[in-house]
Structure formats: C-alpha cells, structure tokens
C-alpha cells in the first residue's frame, strides 16, 4: 500500500534560518507529489506539486522542493524562515488511479523570534 | 471569491444523535472528498466522489454517509455519532484531472459526547 512518512513531528527554528522538512512515500509508480500547509484554524493550502520534469520545484511563500526518487524523498525547503511561516506541513502522494490522495502525518514547524 | 465552505465550524453533540455536516464549492469541480484530520495520523479520507451521483468510499468510511445529489454539494452525514468521530472534518474539491490540487475547506471541529 502507498504511504507517506515525515519523521519529523514538530521542529523549532529561528527566524531567519533555513529549514528543511523531510517527507519520504512508498509508491511503485511515478508519484504525484504535493506540500500543503495549515495555519491554525485554516483549512490546508497547496505549496507547491510535483508532476514530472524538473526535480526542483517552486511554490509559494519562498519554499521549494526536491524530488529525488532514488531516496523516495520529496523534502521541503526554505532558505530563511520567517515568523508566519509557523504551521503544520503535509506531504502528500496522489494515488494512481487519480482520484485520492494519500496524507503524512504532519510537521508541526515553530518558529523562534 | 473560489471557495469550499463547510457548515458548522465548531459542533458539539451527544451519542446517537444524527448530524449532517454541510460542504459546498462554487468552482465546478467535478471531485469532492471529505477527510478527518486526528493527531499524529495526519489527513485520512473517509469518502469521495467524483461526480454527481457517483460515490466511493475511502480510507476510513464507517460510521459515515455522504451523498452527491449536485455538483456543487457533498454533505458528510453521520447516523449515529460514538465518541470515537470526535475530529476535525475538512471537505476538499479539485478538478477532474490529474495533478490538479485540491481545495480545501476551513474544517469542522466536531466533539461527540
């Protein structure tokens, strides 16, 4: 069965540091691969996705992620982080038959002044 | 404004007691899906559907009911409610297309007594 790992449940960084958020899936096929994150009380925001090309990939807010298949990873990065960017992080696989995704567990991210 | 909306936000009932849980999307997208969202188990899907009238079940769907009567709609009904549907509910919708993200509501926190 597919899944979706992110070892990390909560980090804290400062503000102005980098930050990377692991997310590693189990999947035989090329995934579909997506960053969401929630702000308290939010509903979940779309980061950024992977589809196919480039490994490298831009979202919003600053962040990027790098699919790397030989390590079944799909880890978010942001080179500074700021105050408001504090929430939690999903990774995600949509499966292949198109129609459902498959959710980790979540990162809670705290950010220090 | 595109936007999923889910109704109530916030519900507190008692064991057995049937409640609807309302989710509507003014973006015409063909897929819709409600998920709970619990601690350290990240975003599980309880039901989809990809179009009017057409409906399956996810990952974890008992104890639910939906139904897809219009496009725009897709209600989660539970029949009678046990403590252990206490969660947080978000409704989601996408295009019927492959990497098309989904689109989520603000969540309802539903507390069973």
């Known amino acids: 069965a597919q899944s979706v790992t992110q070892p990390d449940i909560h980090i804290t960084v400062s503000e102005g540091a980098s930050l990377e958020l692991r997310c590693n899936y189990s999947?035989?096929?090329?995934?579909?691969l997506f960053w969401y994150v929630q702000s308290p009380g939010q509903g979940l925001q779309l980061l950024l996705k992977?589809?196919?090309?480039?490994?490298l990939v831009q979202g919003i807010k600053g962040f990027e992620a790098e699919f790397k298949r030989s390590q079944s990873s799909f880890n978010l990065r942001k080179p500074s982080v700021h105050w408001s960017d504090a929430a939690e992080y999903f990774c995600?696989?949509?499966?292949?038959?198109?129609?459902?995704?498959?959710f980790g567990p979540g990162t809670r991210l705290s950010v220090l002044p | 404004e595109a936007q999923v909306t889910q109704n109530p936000r916030y519900l507190i009932t008692v064991t057995g007691k049937k409640l609807t849980v309302t989710c509507s999307q003014n973006?015409?997208?063909?897929?819709m899906s409600w998920y709970r969202q619990d601690p350290g188990l990240g975003l599980r899907q309880i039901y989809y559907?990809?179009?009017?009238?057409?409906?399956d079940k996810g990952d974890v769907p008992e104890g639910y009911k939906v139904s897809r009567k219009e496009k725009r709609n897709f209600p989660l009904i539970l029949e009678s409610p046990s403590p252990n549907q206490t969660s947080l509910y978000f409704c989601?919708?996408?295009?019927?297309?492959?990497?098309?993200?989904?689109?989520f509501g603000n969540g309802t926190r539903l507390t069973v007594t």
């Open positions: 559907s990809m179009n009017v009238e057409v409906t």
């Open positions: 992977y589809f196919s090309g480039d490994t």
């Open positions: 999947y035989g096929a090329t995934p579909y």
């Open positions: 973006m015409n997208h063909e897929y």
């Open positions: 995600a696989v949509e499966r292949d038959y198109g129609q459902n995704f498959v």
């Open positions: 989601a919708s996408r295009e019927a297309k492959w990497n098309s993200p989904l689109h």
